[in-house]
């Protein structure tokens, strides 16, 4: 399809596509005149993606492209390779590591890691950009006071596995690795606003049912 | 105790906490000599919830003292009150109204909630800053082509339930009323990245378990 249908069938408009071409978020088309190129169902994915992480996800384009080089790296085994995308992904906040705070938050993340036997996490440790934003906000809960250990961090990861099941079996239902790993990195990303405001919907719902004084 | 010891006690530095004071962020001590105030264990307990909400939550002071406004509305029933408190937290994009995916989000988001029984969130609909944000999520999962219908959402929903019996259980260890509404805002806050970067890890052992080559 040329330039114009691409826009028509993605709903992106020609101008933000000839943008994303120049900033190398979407490969080139095949070339059919010294003016014109060709482009297949292959860009209308990428579109989607990108749009997924530049429109939603709010990335900065330089972050968005380096998220793609990883989705594109066909040489890693494929789940080193959705690693690899997902740790692309911008991190939150790193640990303060002159705060004592950390130190605990530390020793608590490692006994939750080893009590759910959650091995893979414990090998890649600080290695890990989401293993160094749960230091960080477990460290925020340990400095002023609320609960913070093991115990009270189980029932939450235990809740996380099971969502990972649901996330896992959402982008095993792409066909190719190449669509599963931008499944991964795309659904990664929007599903984390429908989570956080489910669990508001949901605190208001046991709330109501723990406090409420209507029958 | 004096403005030294909260200083000493909360680890917020006493410029900051004269800050917070003259923001109206923290209620004014009971003054002593025209120089002096004495303040007590409330103080120390709003001053780690203006953390939470400003340090770790980002939040700009005006939306910080909105929340705090809310927290100490004792007017309110206990469930409308711990309802308002988190209303009142920053919410996300607002859905685009002019989008017909838009309404395809509202209608999967109210078969979801049907389907769950939900009745307070139905009941309150758009009124619920994170019913807003939900129909926003969805219909950018479905303005990309992602899975977006209810069938879909269910399983995140599940998990959110189970995270809000979680999440109420830890706030009815405190407590007062007041203590209460304070760690529901403090706890909704700070443990979002701990559950956003839980699922992450627990998407890599899933991920691994699935498709990963070492024995």
Known sequence: MRLAELSDRSGVPAATIKYYLRERLLPAGRRITATQAEYGDEHLRRLRL?????????MPVATARQVLAAVEDESLDQNVRLGA??????????????????????????RLMRRLDWCWSLEAGDASPAWGTLVAAVAALARLGYPSEADDLAPYARAAAQLAVTDLDLIERFRT???????????????????????RLAQAEESNRRFGTEG
Chains 1, 2 share one sequence.
């Open 50 to 58: 990108v749009r997924a992480l530049i429109q939603v996800g709010k």
């Open 85 to 110: 995308a997902v740790w692309a992904l911008p991190r939150g906040p790193e640990p303060a590591e002159d705060d004592p705070a950390t130190a605990v938050a530390r020793r608590e993340v490692e």
């Open 177 to 199: 690795p190449l669509e599963q790993v931008e499944a991964a990195v795309a659904l990664t990303v929007l599903y984390e606003p429908v989570l956080l405001s489910l669990r």
